[in-house]
């Protein structure tokens, strides 16, 4: 089934077509600064030279024709007709506690989502705006919203309550949520096929490290604790958030600084984590050559990083009883030796051992690397994240569940 999987922000589309029947990639693409006097639009197709040109782009509406201008262009033939996209998967960040599984998208599903405007302000309603365009420009297709929250759903009580009055999470279903729900899910599954173990009995550890952070604790195949709380700010340091503060500090930097509210949440989200730190940048990339070069302030901001990372790995640890496996993924985890090296590092009373060899020398072309020692009790693993196939999948069986018949 052709399944087109789109990831709206407020000012960008970001989508991928998959033909989920053998699974492969047709095509992907990003258009970007939607609304500003001049948009970026890319596109990529197999064994093809992307293509990178400028456009005005006043909303999502225009971007997303856009795209399917591209998919049906004779000369890129990827798409005959706009009624062979039978699906389109969305991902949408928070679904709340309404939402455990992916769902076909109607009215109702839209007003759930809305509701939850409140717990993901930065997320949802850009993501909103991507499904009214959708069902806009392709009417015909099944619509399905998958949650970076739903994977966490099996959290239980004393991982997901948090310790204030009992009646705001009654009101205001205030608790943690986790996120990078997909991520997580994805490499701890490819994990059980490339060991052949079944998920029950098996204990993960899954490091999704990017610009956005988060590790996920996975007993029998649940997730029963992750890093991010009720909104992605929380637990880890990442490129431009703060992670776990004393919440005293904000009471303070108000009353001290004079900060708004507002102001205040700019700070905490896009101008702390390594940006904060560092005073540089907020990619590891960059810090990591910065701090070759002798720069005290990027080595400082990639060292707070991997304490605070290798901190949780240790309290999943606990968590679990111990682990079979620690999984690095995403644009830090799967590139950045030397944050995997950090981390791990310390970890041996655990039976984390790994081989630094392996560790520094990647082979190129392959998604999954086995980079602890063979003596090592807990295996280590680097395995590229595939959001968008989770999402494409999930978004094709509901579609295909949705067209059969009742009487069947």
Known sequence: MLTLVINCGSSSVKYQLIDTTNRTKLASGVVERIGAVTAIVKHELPDAKPTKKTMQIDNHTIALKEIMEH??????????SIDDIKAVGHRVVHGGETFKDSVLIDDSVIEAIEQAYDLAPLHNPPNMKG?????????????????????????????????????MYRRYKIR???F???????????????TGKKAIGTKVITCHLGNGCSIAAIKDGKSIDTSMGFTPLAGLVMGTRSGDIDPSIMFYLIEKE??????????????????????????MRDLITEAENGDRRCEQAIDVYSYKAKQYVGSYLASLNGCDAIIFTAGVGENAALIRSKICSGL????????????NNLPSGTKQHLISM??????????????????????????TAAMQSPWV
């Open 71 to 80: 998919l049906l262009s004779p000369e890129n033939k990827v798409v005959d």
């Open 131 to 167: 499904i009214e365009a959708a069902r806009e420009y392709l009417p015909e297709a099944s619509h399905v919203a998958v949650f970076d929250t739903a994977f966490h759903h099996s959290l239980p009580p004393e991982a997901y309550l948090y310790a204030i009055p009992n009646r």
């Open 176 to 178: 943690k949520y986790g």
């Open 180 to 194: 990078h729900g997909t991520s997580h899910y994805y490499v701890s599954r490819k994990y059980y096929e490339l």
């Open 258 to 283: 004079e900060m708004s509210l507002n102001h205040l949440h700019a700070m905490l989200n896009r101008n702390s984590g390594l940006l904060g730190l560092s005073g540089y940048a907020a990619d």
């Open 348 to 359: 041996e009373f655990a039976g984390v051992e790994i081989d630094e060899e392996k560790n």
């Open 374 to 399: 063979e003596n090592s009790r807990v295996d280590v693993y680097v395995i590229s994240t595939d959001e968008e196939m989770v999402i494409a999948i999930d978004a094709a069986k509901i579609a």
